[in-house]
């Protein structure tokens, strides 16, 4: 469950032909449970809430059906879902996975074949079933066994959601989140920090992964990885980071905290620390910014500015 519109009206249909639920939705640095919760508790449905991060991680290193638009594996990341899914399904004695897609709706990964590409890949054939798209497809092993009504399942295909609002009026669902949005891999600046972590520290490190969405980002010509707090909240979450670099932080100026992953030059050690002048209050100080490593004069080289690059 994604909380979506689809995954709604899926729960619903199901419900209609019959089938008890529990719902299963993953959280990762990447996308959260906060939208399957929500529509969850509106539709009285048990929600199972997975960890999904070393499988997401897995996948950025490694998709074997490639990236959409941005750094998003959907084909393998749903496919992956439904496995993890179908294991759940099996321990817990349920017969079969569903999801909320629609066949034709999304270019990428909702098209006719790429539906069956995941249900290969997830190991789930037969015991995939598509309420949504159903009539389009091959009969499931819930269908033909009789534990799943097939006349009661649906046959929508396409990108337009006209057939979803008028079902969002009959089953009384009325707020469910926009399509698009609630993953992070589908949006272009993030899938930049994430391909520059990618190419210098690498996606080993869980903690710097969950950083991604925290502080403005600068990569210096050495190769040092600069975080820059952008407020309190993320000074603190800095600081807290602190065993996975070095902080540099103003001392007698309000300003912001920087993590330098890995400090690779004494040149971009200045820079990072010019960095943090640049973005503390210096004009309420009279002389110098004071660094807890060491101390910066003013006015600060403007033209090292050219030299950072900003993830
Ligand atoms: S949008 Fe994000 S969470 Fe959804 S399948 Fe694609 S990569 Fe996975």
């Known amino acids: 469950m994604s909380g979506g519109l689809d995954s709604q009206l899926a729960v619903r249909v199901l419900e209609r032909a019959g089938a008890e639920m529990e719902g299963i939705c993953f959280r990762s640095p990447f996308f959260g449970p906060e939208a399957a919760q929500k529509a969850a ?4 449905v048990k929600l199972h809430i997975v960890d999904f991060t070393d499988d997401a991680i897995s996948l950025l290193e490694n998709p074997p059906h490639g990236f959409g638009g941005a750094m998003n594996p959907c084909i393998d990341c749903h496919a992956l879902m439904i496995r993890r899914a179908g294991e759940m399904m099996a321990e817990l004695g349920f017969d079969f996975v569903a999801t909320g897609e629609v066949a034709g709706q999304r270019p990428m ?21 598509r309420p949504m798209s159903a009539k389009l497809l091959a009969p499931t092993i819930p269908e033909t066994e009789g534990k799943l009504d097939r006349e009661m399942l649906l046959d929508i295909s396409g990108r337009s959601r006209e057939r979803q609002i008028a079902l969002a009026a009959e089953f ?3 707020e469910y989140p926009s399509p698009a949005g609630g993953c992070k891999l589908t949006e272009e600046g993030f899938g930049r920090k994430l391909k520059d972590l990618m190419d210098h520290e690498g996606l080993g490190n869980r903690a710097l992964v969950e950083l991604l969405t925290v502080a403005r980002r600068f990569r210096l010509p050495g190769g040092t990885g600069v975080l820059l707090g952008r407020d309190r909240d993320e000074n603190a979450i800095l600081k807290a980071n602190a065993r996975l670099g070095t902080l540099v932080m103003p001392v007698n100026v309000p300003g912001p905290t920087a993590l330098l992953t890995e400090i690779k030059s004494e040149k971009d050690l200045d820079l990072a620390k ?5 973005y503390s209050r210096y004009d309420r100080l009279e002389g110098n910014i004071m660094l807890n490593l060491g101390e910066v004069a003013r006015p600060y080289p403007r033209e090292a500015f050219k030299e950072f690059q900003i993830c």
């Open 41 to 44: 508790t509106a539709l009285g």
């Open 109 to 129: 990964s909702q098209n006719r074949q790429a539906l069956g590409v995941v249900e290969k890949c997830s190991g789930m054939v037969g015991r995939l079933v």
């Open 172 to 174: 009384g669902i009325t």
């Open 274 to 278: 010019i960095l943090v002048c640049a």
